[in-house]
Nanobody, 120 residues
Framework: QVQLVESGGGLVQAGGSLRLSCVAS????????MGWYRQAPGKQRELVAT???????NYADSVKGRFTISRDNAKNTVYLQMKSLKPEDTAVYYC??????????????WGQGTLVTVSS
């Protein structure tokens, strides 16, 4: 069984910063791309950022220049540094690994989510 556990969410004022972490654990041989998604109340889940094992990154236009995704392959961990936060960044943030390679083959895994609330 593979799990993704997020941490680092919380309440922050507009203009502030937060750093989210997501640790993968379980029977893992390798993890390819990892990413962060978010879902605001009443809205669909949307892509925030992704990063490949080789550190190629991709960002939603709404967070470019403010958010930075990074990863530590040795620790099976992905981070999301968020700066200049806006109230519209308020959402539950989910970690995703679309292709985790383990003894049972390939799995897509989602974390349980961490709430980020940005006050105006």
């Amino acid at each position: 069984q593979v799990q993704l556990v997020e941490s680092g969410g919380g309440l922050v004022q507009a203009g502030g910063s937060l750093r989210l972490s997501c640790v993968a654990s379980g029977s893992i041989f390798s993890i390819n791309a990892m990413g962060w998604y978010r879902q605001a109340p009443g809205k669909q889940r949307e892509l925030v950022a992704t990063i490949t094992r080789g550190d190629n990154t991709n960002y939603a236009d709404s967070v470019k220049g403010r958010f930075t995704i990074s990863r530590d392959n040795a620790k099976n961990t992905v981070y999301l540094q968020m700066k200049s936060l806006k109230p519209e960044d308020t959402a539950v943030y989910y970690c995703n690994a679309p292709r985790v390679i383990g003894p049972m083959g390939y799995l897509e895994v989602w974390g349980q989510g961490t709430l980020v609330t940005v006050s105006s």
